[in-house]
C-alpha cells in the first residue's frame, strides 16, 4: 500500500469508530482529534517520497473497477495535489478542535456523529485531488456533497435546509454537466483508440489533438462545473449563503478546501486536456476573474454579517486565483497554486477567529461590536493576522501568491492585472475597516454591552463593558498557534511549496503550450 492510500483510508476508519460513539461525545472528540493527527503526521512520509523533479504523477495505484468501459480505481498526485492534502490534513484537526469552542451541537445530536462526517468529508475531498481516472474523478466529485449536505443542513443555522439544498443542487448540476464532457472525451478516445478509456494521461494525449471546435464543447462541460464549484462570478451566489448558514468548522473545509476543487480542476483538466480551448476562452474566463475580484470586494465592504464577509472576501480571492491560471506564465500559475494554499490557511484562520468573537458575543452582526480588543487583546492580535495575510501584507503567507499573480499576469494580460491591482486596495479598505468596527474605539455594540457573564470570564468594568468578556484561553491559543506559524513562516520563507508545485506547473503549461 502507499502513503497516498494509507491517506485516503484512515480517515474512512476513523468514521466508522465514531460512528459507535455516538453516546460519548468527550470521548469522540478525543477520538476524532487522535485520528486527524495521526492523518497529518502520515502527510510527512508522503511530502517526503514526492520528488519534484520525477515523474509528473507519483504514489500511483490502479486497480480494475468496471473493466469493460475502461474504469480504475487509479489514484496519484503531482505537487498541485500534495499541497492541497497536505492543508486538509492540517485543517481538520483545527475543526475538530473547534468543537465546543466555536461550534455547540444542536440538541438531540451528537459529536460522534458530527465528526464521523468531518472525517468522510476529509477522505473523499483528499480522493478527489488524487484522482486520476476521469470517471472516478466525477464520482468523487459528487460523493463528496453528501457529507457537506449534511454538515450544513444538520448542524448550521437557522437557514440551514436552504442552504444546504442550494449548495447540493448547485455543485450538483455542474457536475452532470462534466459527465456530459467526459463521456464525449471517452467516445473520442475509442474512435482514437479502438476501446474507450477514462485515464486521465491516456484522455490528455487523445483530447489534446481534437478540433477547437470540438475541445470548447468539451472545455466547457468541465469549466462550468469547476466555475461553480470555484466559485466564480456569476456562478457564486450558493457560496454566500452556505458559508453564512455552516457551522464555524465546517465553514473552514468549505471555503478553506471544497472550493479548492474548482480552480485545481481548471489545472489538471481543462488546460492540459484542452489547450486549443483554453486559450481560445481565456479572454472570457479572465473577464470572470476579473469580475470577481471587484465584485466580491465591492461587497465585502458592505456585509454587515461576518460570516457573509467571509465568503465574499474569498470570491474575490477565487478571482485572483483564476486570473493567474489563465495568464498561462509561469509566475502567474505557481502564485495561482500557491494561492490555493495560503488563501486556505489565513481564511481558515479568519473563519476561525470570528467564530471565537461569535461564541464571545452571540452575534455575526458587525455593527454588535465594538472596542473589543481592549477586553480581549489576545483575540484582537489573531483577528489581526488573518487579517493581515487576507490582504497580502508583505511578510505574510498570502503576499508572494499574489505578487506573483499579478507580477506573470501583467507580462501578458496588462489591462486584467492593471483591474486586479484595484481588488489589493479595496482588501486592505474592507479588513482594515472590518477590524476597526470590531476591536478598536471605545468598548461599545450589543454583543459586549448586553447582561450576562458567567464563571471563568475577565473584564475591564472601567471601559464600559456590562457583559463579562473573556480573552482567548490555552486551547484557542492551540487552535490558532499552527497557522500563526505558517501565515509568518511561508511570509518569510515560501521556497519549500514553491519548488514543489512549480514542475507541476511547468508541465501543465507546457501541455497548454503545446496544442495545436
Known amino acids: 500500500m502507499t502513503w497516498l492510500l494509507a491517506v485516503i483510508l484512515l480517515p474512512l476508519v476513523g468514521a466508522v469508530v465514531l460512528a459507535g460513539l455516538r453516546r460519548n461525545d468527550r470521548l469522540a472528540t478525543l477520538v476524532a482529534l487522535g485520528f486527524s493527527v495521526l492523518e497529518l503526521l502520515l502527510i510527512i512520509p508522503l511530502w517526503a517520497s514526492y520528488r519534484p523533479s520525477g515523474d509528473r504523477l507519483q504514489q500511483v495505484s490502479s486497480m480494475d473497477w468496471i473493466p469493460g468501459f475502461g474504469i480504475h480505481i487509479s489514484f496519484g498526485i503531482d505537487g498541485i495535489a500534495l499541497i492541497m492534502i497536505a492543508v486538509i490534513a492540517l485543517l481538520v484537526p483545527i475543526v475538530v478542535g473547534t468543537l465546543g469552542v466555536t461550534d455547540k451541537l444542536p440538541a438531540g445530536r451528537s459529536a460522534g456523529g458530527f465528526l464521523s462526517l468531518i472525517l468522510v468529508q476529509e477522505a473523499i475531498t483528499v480522493a478527489v485531488f488524487a484522482a486520476t481516472d476521469v470517471f472516478l474523478f466525477y464520482v468523487l466529485f459528487e460523493i463528496m456533497l453528501i ?3 449534511f454538515l450544513i443542513g444538520g448542524y448550521g443555522g437557522a437557514n440551514r435546509q436552504y442552504a444546504a439544498v442550494k449548495f447540493f443542487l448547485y455543485s450538483f448540476l455542474g457536475g452532470l454537466i462534466m459527465l456530459a464532457s467526459a463521456i464525449g472525451a471517452y467516445s473520442m478516445a475509442s474512435d482514437e483508440l479502438g476501446k474507450g478509456t477514462f485515464d486521465w494521461a491516456t484522455l490528455v494525449r487523445v483530447v489534446h489533438d481534437a478540433p477547437t ?3 470548447i464543447w468539451l472545455f466547457l462541460g468541465f469549466f462550468l462545473a469547476f466555475a461553480i464549484k470555484a466559485p466564480l462570478v456569476p456562478l457564486h451566489t450558493w457560496l454566500p449563503d452556505a458559508a453564512s448558514q455552516a457551522p464555524i468548522g465546517v465553514a473552514v473545509l468549505l471555503v478553506g478546501v471544497l472550493d479548492k476543487v474548482g480552480t485545481f480542476g481548471f489545472l489538471r483538466y481543462n488546460l492540459p486536456m484542452f489547450p486549443e480551448a483554453s486559450k481560445t476562452l481565456a479572454p472570457l474566463v479572465l473577464v470572470l476573474a476579473v469580475a470577481g475580484v471587484l465584485y466580491g470586494s465591492i461587497l465585502a465592504a458592505g456585509q454587515q454579517d461576518m460570516k ?5 472576501v474569498s ?3 477565487f478571482g485572483f486565483i483564476a486570473l493567474g491560471i489563465f495568464a498561462f506564465t509561469q509566475q502567474a500559475t505557481v502564485g495561482s497554486v500557491t494561492y490555493m494554499l495560503n488563501h486556505s490557511l489565513a481564511t481558515g484562520m479568519l473563519i476561525v477567529v ?6 464571545r458575543g452571540g452575534s455575526t452582526r458587525i455593527s454588535d461590536y465594538g472596542g473589543m480588543a481592549k477586553v480581549t ?3 484582537g492580535g489573531m483577528l489581526l ?7 497580502s501584507l508583505p511578510g505574510t503567507n498570502s503576499f508572494i501568491s499574489e505578487f506573483l499573480v499579478l507580477l506573470g499576469s501583467f507580462d501578458s494580460r496588462p489591462v486584467y492585472a492593471i483591474l486586479a491591482t484595484v481588488g489589493m486596495v479595496l482588501a486592505a479598505a474592507y479588513v482594515l475597516w472590518l477590524y476597526q468596527r470590531i476591536m478598536t474605539g471605545p468598548v461599545r455594540g450589543d454583543a459586549l454591552l448586553g447582561a450576562g457573564g458567567g464563571p471563568g470570564t475577565a473584564i475591564a468594568p472601567e471601559l464600559g463593558a456590562k457583559k463579562a468578556i473573556r480573552d482567548l484561553g490555552g486551547k484557542e491559543i492551540a487552535i490558532l498557534a499552527p497557522l500563526v506559524v505558517l501565515i509568518i513562516g511561508l511570509g518569510f520563507y515560501p521556497k519549500p511549496i514553491l519548488d514543489t508545485v512549480t514542475p507541476s506547473v511547468q508541465a501543465t503549461l507546457s501541455a497548454v503550450q503545446g496544442g495545436n
Open 385 to 391: 493576522v488573518a487579517g493581515l495575510s487576507t490582504l
Open 147 to 149: 457529507p457537506m449536505y
Open 354 to 359: 470570528i467564530g471565537m468573537i461569535v461564541a
Open 315 to 317: 470570491i474575490a480571492h
Open 213 to 215: 471546435g470540438t475541445q
Open 377 to 379: 487583546p489576545i483575540l
Open 308 to 312: 457573509r464577509f467571509i465568503a465574499y
